[in-house]
């Protein structure tokens, strides 16, 4: 990790160092390996910076019958290997430089997998939780269609992420149908992938991102002399990356210590049946008084003993104070971003790995691309298949991570960047820059 403030090629481009940037942040650590592969500068200073930052203001009428203005965005970071792709979410913090880093993170992850899919992210800063489905659907549809063509199948495929669901991707699906000529109105359902299953979605899509994970974990583990089967976890959030991730461990056997959400904090040394948990969450909306466990405060579940601690939540969460307190051997970021690089550093000190999200949580658009790939084959894969195919893009992208570690003598994240940036720079030799 490198320890100057600033990376030349970000002062060159004019960003004053905002430790607090977790765009900046980010485009560093990928600047750090890009250096280590003496990738040439103008690739540096392309990849610094996005392709297109789009931004949308536009109305929606309340169930009230009042009107509120709503902030969207979508970043198209990068489409040299393909198609842009990434998720849309919706959260009351969402904001510029938090979509830049993202949609960044999603051109390093679809390279690692080799995919042939480019780099974006989207979001609307709102509390999906404080309207209603009506409200939401309305929202939804608003913003696909201030999107217009800068979201299409071959140009700019989005999915869920953080407080978007299939619901939300139906009805970005069923507006760009709606906007498109009738004769090109059906391929229009691939401008979108996590979609319901009825609707061109794919079968494995809604466990996908654990279900990477539990890959990545099985592969990686070894090395580090634990066991999939006996390790102890605990998460931070519990909605889809979170639940799948709890669920499919302790179906492998592993124990699920402690989780923390925003509601609160729980810990069961004896284990947290997960899908127990998850019904609850269902139900209720958040982990708190889950019966099958104690409640705990937040720094107690960072103490919490464990083999592997795993974040599936917001960014940043892992900071050096929260570094400090961690009893975990290893970090598994299921999460985009949620170490700062303060919180790496100490880990890193205290000979805990963290194995980065580029990696962890690429299951998600892996399936996705599986998802959009069946719609333009006109294809229904069966559940073998997804997990086959799953696996074996997971395997390799580890094998890739852990090849570049040796290589370069790194941390993983590095590595994973140095393995994401060899294709990106090989392309971009044989492509040149036009004109
Ligand atoms: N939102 C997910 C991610 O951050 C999935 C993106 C996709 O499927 O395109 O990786």
Not at 130 to 140: A, G, N, W
Not at 397 to 412: N, S, T, Y
Request: charged share 20%; proline share 5%.
């Amino acid at each position: 990790m490198s320890e100057v403030l600033i990376n030349n090629v970000l002062e060159e481009l004019g960003f004053r160092y905002d430790p607090n940037s977790v765009y900046q942040q980010t485009i560093n650590s990928v600047l750090h390996a890009a250096a280590l592969l003496e990738l040439p500068h103008h690739l540096q200073l392309i990849l610094a910076q996005p392709k297109n930052e789009i931004m949308v203001h536009f109305p929606v009428k309340m169930d009230s019958g009042r009107y509120r203005l709503f902030k969207g965005y979508r970043v198209q970071h990068n489409n040299l290997l393909g198609p842009f792709k990434g998720g849309i979410r919706y959260h009351a913090s969402v904001n510029l430089d938090e979509i830049k880093a993202l949609a960044a993170i999603m051109t390093m992850k679809c390279s690692l997998l080799r995919l042939p899919l480019g780099g974006a992210k989207g979001g609307v800063q709102v509390d999906p939780r404080s309207i209603s489905q009506d409200e939401l659907m309305r929202l939804t549809r608003r913003f696909t269609t201030a999107l217009g063509d800068n979201i299409g199948p071959d140009y700019d495929i989005p999915a869920p992420d953080l407080g978007t669901n299939a619901q939300t991707m139906a009805w970005m699906a069923d507006t760009y149908m709606m906007m498109s000529m009738p004769s090109h109105s059906a391929r229009g359902q691939s401008v979108v992938t996590g979609k319901p299953l009825e609707f061109g979605g794919s079968v494995g899509r809604d466990k996908a991102t654990g279900q990477g994970l539990v890959f990545v974990l099985e592969e990686i583990l070894p090395e580090l002399g634990l066991k999939l089967e006996t390790i102890s976890i605990s998460l931070i959030g519990f909605g889809n990356v979170g639940s799948w991730t709890g669920r499919l461990l302790c179906q492998r056997g592993a124990k699920l210590r402690a989780v923390l959400d925003h509601t609160g904090a729980i810990r069961s040394d004896s284990g947290i049946d997960a899908a127990a948990l998850t019904a609850h969450v269902e139900k209720t909306g958040g982990v708190t008084g889950f019966p099958g466990a104690d409640a705990i405060n937040e720094d107690d579940f960072y103490r919490t003993k464990v083999d592997v601690f795993i974040p599936a939540a917001l960014e940043q969460m892992v900071d050096l104070e929260r570094a400090k307190i961690m009893d975990c051997k290893v970090v598994a970021e299921a999460a985009n971003a949620p170490t700062t690089p303060p919180g790496e550093r100490h880990l890193q000190d205290r000979g805990i790995p963290v194995l980065p999200a580029v990696l962890c949580n690429a299951g998600g658009v892996t399936v996705s691309y599986f998802e959009w790939k069946q719609n333009r084959q006109a294809e229904t894969w069966d559940a073998e298949t997804v997990d086959a195919q799953l696996k074996k893009h997971m395997f390799a992208a580890a094998a890739r991570v852990k090849l570049a570690k040796h290589r370069f003598d790194c941390d993983m994240r590095t590595a994973a960047y140095v393995a994401a940036l060899e294709s990106i720079g090989r392309v971009y030799r044989l492509r040149g820059i036009f004109p």
